[in-house]
């Protein structure tokens, strides 16, 4: 089934793209991971969004990735190349280069933690929401 481009973020949160082909874990790399799994997430609200998935293979497939992850804040996964890195920060998307095994609720809850008690400026901006001064 093809992917289709998941709908904006709830508002007050922000998109969270984990690259992860356990569906536990971070522990894809952002190039050859056969899924991301979206989640919103805001200082009370944690929503799963949906699940991407791709075959690895053809050409444009970093464009196709980035195509569906637009709309995300964040993009956390295992490995990722410095060029590639480089593209998807231009394309507004933070990469964060997670220790391999990170599982995903735990990541999901301590983010969702630091967006309650003190979010950075840029983050709260993305929600939505004034940054605290």
Not at 46 to 57: E, M, P, Q, S, V
Request: glycine residues 10%; contains cysteine; proline residues 11%.
């Amino acid at each position: 089934m093809p992917n289709k481009v998941p709908p904006l973020p709830l508002p007050g949160t922000i998109r969270v793209a984990c690259a992860s082909d356990s569906g536990v874990a971070i522990d894809g790399h952002f190039a050859t991971c056969r899924h991301y799994f979206l989640y919103d997430v805001g200082p009370q609200q944690l929503h799963f969004a949906a699940t991407l998935t791709f075959d690895g293979k053809g050409k444009g497939e970093l464009e196709k990735r980035l195509d569906l992850l637009q709309g995300s804040t964040l993009a956390c996964m295992a490995q990722i190349g410095g060029p590639a890195a480089a593209r998807v920060s231009r394309a507004g998307i933070l990469p964060l280069k997670m220790p391999p095994g990170t599982q995903l609720d735990a990541l999901l809850h301590s983010l969702q933690q630091r967006l309650a008690s003190a979010p950075p400026p840029w983050l709260a901006r993305q929600m939505g929401v004034q940054p605290a001064v």
